[in-house]
């Protein structure tokens, strides 16, 4: 009898065990919010993993919705204060977002986000115009040495990645980042445009925008701003030109403020599934995309350490006290 009623206690232990475990991997119904208009960077990064999440069962189903704003900050408000303590909810952000929080001051901050994982990062390419009397990157670098205001920069928005290597450029030339002429604009088709017109000197986004416009010799690539150079792609990068700067346009997902251990266990596990899958390895070459991946834990400490190193460039260049 005593045999028997352990047998069936065990059995019970094992039948919840079981049915605990299923509950906790029923896949989630997810909210992404990407802080951006359509058709950005943050966007096209929500929608492939919107793609990659339910193609590889790391969710039932997942809803992408817009808020675009001040560098993403709008967006970040509303995350903050709506989604509180809700675990079906993740945030596109990256490096142009730290930026934009310290250039506009927002009363919301990344310090109230749960960071769930790093994602991505493409190499930025700094552009002349074909016409640019700068043929080679010390040409362009010998300008704002002699005199950093009158080279006249357009890129995406204040205090983003493009602004932040702009500054560090002119740095390194020996320039006074302090006067970096920059012109931020809604989109890189508006930055073309002007490069193309030839009303600005030079241009910075990432190199899969600016692509075509390089391959048909209507701009002149000067750098990559990598650590290697990108495959495939003939364009040197900054180090190895002598020029100390590596800077990449990063972009991960950040959950809600005041989730459980459980919800950020069950949303890191839906990440990993899905950057470790064959769809996501697919996004990836498709968009031109590398593996930045860092789970919870590296994301938290890589974006604290980032954080100080954009509020320093930030503030050499003027834009955060």
């Known amino acids: 009898m005593i045999l028997t009623r352990r047998a069936a206690v065990a059995a019970a232990i094992t039948l919840f065990a079981c049915a605990s475990s299923g509950f906790a991997q029923t896949p989630l119904e997810l909210k992404i919010t990407a802080p951006a208009g359509a058709g950005g960077g943050w966007d096209s990064t929500s929608r492939a993993m919107q793609q990659a999440m339910t193609a590889t069962g790391a969710a039932k189903s997942v809803q992408v919705v817009n808020v675009p704003g001040a560098g993403g900050t709008v967006g970040l408000a509303q995350f903050v204060n709506n ?144 650590g290697k150079r990108m495959p495939g792609v003939d364009v040197p990068t900054l180090k190895e030109q002598g020029m100390d700067v590596e800077f990449v346009n990063w972009r991960g997902v950040v959950a809600a403020p005041g989730i459980s251990p459980a919800q950020k266990t069950a949303l890191s596990a839906a990440v990993a599934k899905t950057v470790k899958s064959d769809e996501w390895a697919k996004v990836l070459k498709a968009r031109g995309w590398e593996d930045f991946y860092a789970d919870a834990d590296g994301f938290a400490a890589f974006l604290k350490a980032d954080g100080a190193r954009v509020r320093d460039v930030l503030t050499s260049v003027g834009l955060v006290k």
């Open 83 to 226: 989604a509180k303590g809700d675990g079906n909810q993740l945030m596109m952000m990256g490096v142009t977002m730290v930026g934009a929080v310290l250039t506009n001051k927002a009363p919301v901050t990344l310090d109230q986000v749960t960071p769930i994982a790093r994602l991505t990062q493409d190499a930025l390419v700094v552009v002349v115009p074909a016409s640019s009397p700068f043929k080679t990157l010390a040409d362009l670098a010998a300008a704002l040495k002699a005199d950093t205001s009158k080279v006249v920069w357009a890129g995406g928005s204040a205090g983003g990645a493009d602004h932040i290597l702009a500054a560090l450029v002119a740095r390194a030339a020996g320039g006074d980042a302090a006067k970096t002429n920059y012109v931020p604009f809604s989109g890189g088709g508006e930055a073309l445009a002007e490069m193309l017109g030839g009303r600005v000197s030079a241009g910075v986004s990432g190199y899969n925008e600016f692509e075509s416009q390089i391959k048909a010799g209507k701009l002149r690539a000067l750098a990559l701003s990598s």
